[in-house]
């Protein structure tokens, strides 16, 4: 399911904004605070990691839209996915970004069952729907790899989440030098893969991204001066969790997402 | 790229060992005769070992080499699913509760041996080891038994009864005795254990540190060392 090999890699056209609100404005977290919001997301709330994911997975492909100026039909994406929820949010954004024309070619890092148990439910949809996946290492060639980055018109960068440290290692971190290789415009899902989200310090590899669509609340490390030049524009996108679960972490966001479900946050570029 | 690089999950560890439990008791002469008793073929690199249609009841036991096993999408590519190494059963036989991956293939990564037993060979290895077959029905009340309890868990219990059982479970079987306690000496990670207990990484990680701060147990990154196996078994049962 990739368009003619041959086809050249147009340009994408001008972005389509989304509605802005200065970052100064909302509050940002750590790693240990985001981790918090998710557990008493799960085990206070009662909401699923899958009903989390499958908005994640929803807004990153409406922010690839966005960058791609606004129309998802017949453009090409690579989906690089991770072992882990990160990954799995890739895979529900690779499923939106299908039903809504995009060519899509899911790369995973890892073989498919050493996924986590969303990512293989995630996985197990798409393969039910025939979508393209396969592999790095075992299922293409390096030049195959290659040659699909660089015919992407946007690259989906779903490898590791915020609860990644340390520069990413093995196939992930291979993925990362040959997506940085092929100059094509990178989407992250919630951190650039190789950005510390508490300092905001760039590991070696990590992948510089146009544009990153943050979870919840936008993590501290993103809004930093050195982190502007990996996460690209940083847009914040709404998972649905009340103001009362920020509440029981003295966090005040009040209506946050009233303009719009997914935020550009201004002042962070 | 080396296998290394891969933690294998621990349903897996545990799958392997109790697989390879087969043949638990009996001597080196006993197993090399099984090996002449059985189909050793020697593949090379490459080499298609399992495919969709091949005949059902058949187990393939890898003696040497990897093994990857893949399916075919709709456009005929291939998406790897798993790597496998020395000592995994493949392929399914209703006798031993193995089932097969539905629509999988597999191929030799390495130049390796494979083992294929028929359920024919597997009863006259019975009869020549009855050993053997006290091997399968304990293989096969434990698996029963841990499903019955899963089950049971999930239902009914909170996640840090369910993980103080799972921690004591693991260091029953992969405990050693160590300064201050039992650790469990099986590489595992946050999200495998996770998966284990069925809650998420995040949640487990509180829940640890929830029995650390209480004084039950101590952790580094891949290992836990129980500190006071009475009060997790109270809190595991309770």
Not at chain 1, 118 to 142: E, K, P, W
Not at chain 1, 195 to 222: E, H, M, Q, R, Y
Not at chain 1, 236 to 252: E, K, Q
Request: glycine share 10%; with cysteine.
């Amino acid at each position: 399911m990739t368009p003619n090999a041959q086809a050249p890699v147009a340009d994408p056209p001008a972005r389509v904004p989304a509605p802005s609100v200065p970052a100064s404005s909302i509050p940002s977290v750590t790693v240990a605070q985001m981790a918090e919001v998710d557990r008493l997301a799960i085990s206070e709330f009662g909401v699923t990691l899958l009903q989390m994911m499958e908005q994640a997975g929803s807004h990153l492909a409406e922010v690839v839209r966005l960058e791609l100026g606004g129309d998802l039909r017949d453009r090409f994406v690579v989906v690089a996915v991770g072992p882990g929820n990160n990954g799995a949010g890739g895979l529900a954004a690779a499923r939106h970004l299908l039903n809504r024309g995009a060519w899509v070619r899911v790369v995973l890092a890892r073989p498919a069952l050493r996924m986590s148990e969303a990512g293989r439910h995630q996985l197990a949809t798409l393969i039910a729907m025939n979508a393209s996946c396969c592999v790095a290492t075992f299922d293409l060639s390096d030049d195959e790899l290659i040659d699909v980055l660089g015919r992407a018109d946007l690259i989906v960068d779903a490898l590791l989440g915020y609860n990644a440290s340390g520069a990413p290692g093995d196939e992930v971190g291979r993925l990362v030098g040959l997506i940085g290789d092929s100059g094509r415009p990178v989407v992250s899902l919630d951190v650039p893969t190789g950005l510390n989200p508490d300092t905001g310090a760039a590991a070696n590899p990590a992948i510089v991204a146009i544009a990153t669509v943050t979870l919840a609340l936008p993590k501290i490390g993103l809004l930093g001066p050195e982190a502007s030049s990996k996460t690209g524009r940083l847009y914040l996108a709404d998972i649905g969790l009340p103001a009362s679960l920020y509440a029981r972490l003295g966090l005040d966001i009040g209506p946050l997402f009233g303009p719009g479900r997914i935020l550009q946050l201004d002042g962070t570029r | 790229m080396t296998h290394d690089g891969y933690q294998r999950s621990l349903s897996e560890k545990l799958g392997l060992l109790s697989e390879l439990a087969l043949f638990e008791g009996l001597s080196d002469a006993d197993i090399e005769a099984i090996g002449h008793a059985t189909t050793m073929t020697h593949c090379k690199r490459g080499q298609q070992i399992l495919a969709p249609d091949d005949p059902p009841d058949r187990i393939h036991i890898i003696k040497k080499g990897r093994v990857r096993v893949y399916r075919l999408g709709a456009d005929g590519k291939q998406l790897t699913l798993d790597i496998y190494e020395k000592g995994t059963i493949l392929g399914d036989m209703s006798m031993l509760g193995q089932d097969r991956i539905p629509e999988a293939y597999a191929e030799a990564l390495d130049d390796g041996v494979i083992c294929t037993i028929t359920p024919d060979e597997l009863r006259k290895l019975i009869e020549r080891f009855p050993l053997i077959g006290v091997n399968i029905i304990g293989h096969l009340s434990r698996r029963l038994q841990s499903a019955e309890q899963a089950l049971e868990a999930m239902a009914y219990r909170r996640v840090d009864q369910r993980l103080a059982r799972r921690l004591l479970d693991l260091a029953a079987r992969f405990g050693m005795a160590a300064p201050g306690g039992t650790v469990i000496e099986a590489r595992l990670t946050q999200q495998e254990l996770a998966e284990m207990v069925g809650t998420t990484r995040e949640t487990l990680a509180h829940t640890l540190g929830d029995l650390r701060r209480d004084g039950l147990l101590d952790m580094d990154k891949h290992r836990v060392l129980i500190r006071d196996a009475e009060r997790l078994a109270e809190l595991a049962d309770g």
